[in-house]
């Protein structure tokens, strides 16, 4: 049984949430903020990213940060001014989710092209690397930090039709190795992967339209979770892949 966390869990933290507006991103901002983090909320949708920033201060969390930002644009000038625009609006960060991605279609090799799998890797593998080694100096000067990058199920185990997609989400799994064995030398940061299983998100209603609700796990199930690894109850624990079954409360 996952734990539970008092409310300020998270109090005097900044953690970064990519793909803040909907699905997993979303509910992390929220839970992050209402366990007293502030949280900088990265999407592109300026009318997603304010939804959000009501919301949290709606139920009265600290004041978060929006940034707007394509994913499938930025250079690694654009993810340096991030990290200096979070620096000079709360001068500091403490953890970051990886949440958003970019699906396609599900479709058999023969009828993939280059641009699929090359959207699908600058979002899902490539742009959380260039903004992890943005952000690294503020998260090598932070007393605990915490970077979860979230999975999907396909990068494990591969199958049929998920070619661009699996394969960028195999590649988060790599990257993610990588940065634990290089950063070790870090010891008040970790880096983790955070499998979440079937959950009824937006994603999961695109890839399987035909599965009823009952099948998954919900994303408020998976929250526990992601306190636990951004937060002290996980210190010490990096290079982690952690598959999650939350249909049946299994992980």
């Known amino acids: 049984m996952m734990q539970t966390f008092d409310d300020n869990y998270l109090a005097g933290r900044v953690i970064l949430v990519t793909g803040a507006t909907q699905g997993v991103g979303r509910d992390t ?7 007293g983090a ?19 201060v709606a139920q009265g969390s600290p004041e978060p940060v929006a940034i707007p930002l394509d994913l499938l644009e930025a250079s690694d000038d ?13 001068g500091r960060l403490d953890g970051i989710v990886h ?32 903004l992890t080694r943005a952000c690294l100096p503020l998260l090598k000067a932070a007393d605990d930090a ?7 199920t396909h990068g494990q185990q591969p199958g049929p039709f998920w070619g661009a997609f699996g394969a960028s989400k195999a590649g988060l799994n790599y ?12 010891p008040n940061l970790r880096v983790n992967l955070l499998v979440p299983g079937p959950i009824n998100s937006p994603f999961r209603t695109r890839t399987h339209p035909g599965e009823d609700k009952s099948e998954r796990g919900n994303i408020a199930e998976l929250m526990p979770h992601m306190l636990y690894w951004l937060g002290a109850a ?8 952690v598959s999650l079954d939350l249909r049946s409360n299994k992980a």
């Open 99 to 130: 949440c958003a991605q970019h699906f396609f279609a599900l479709s058999p090799l023969t009828d993939q092209r280059i641009d699929e799998w090359m959207n699908q890797y600058r979002i899902n593998t490539v742009a959380p690397f260039a």
């Open 29 to 35: 901002a929220l839970t992050a903020a209402r366990h």
């Open 175 to 186: 990257l993610m190795q990588v940065a634990a064995s290089e950063w070790d030398v870090y």
């Open 234 to 241: 996980s210190k010490g624990r990096s290079g982690e892949i």
């Open 78 to 90: 654009a993810f340096n001014t991030l990290a200096y625009q979070i620096k000079h609006a709360v």
């Open 38 to 56: 502030t949280v900088v909320l990265l999407a592109r949708s300026v009318r997603g990213l304010e939804k959000v920033y009501d919301e949290i």
């Open 146 to 152: 915490s970077v979860v990058f979230v999975g999907e």
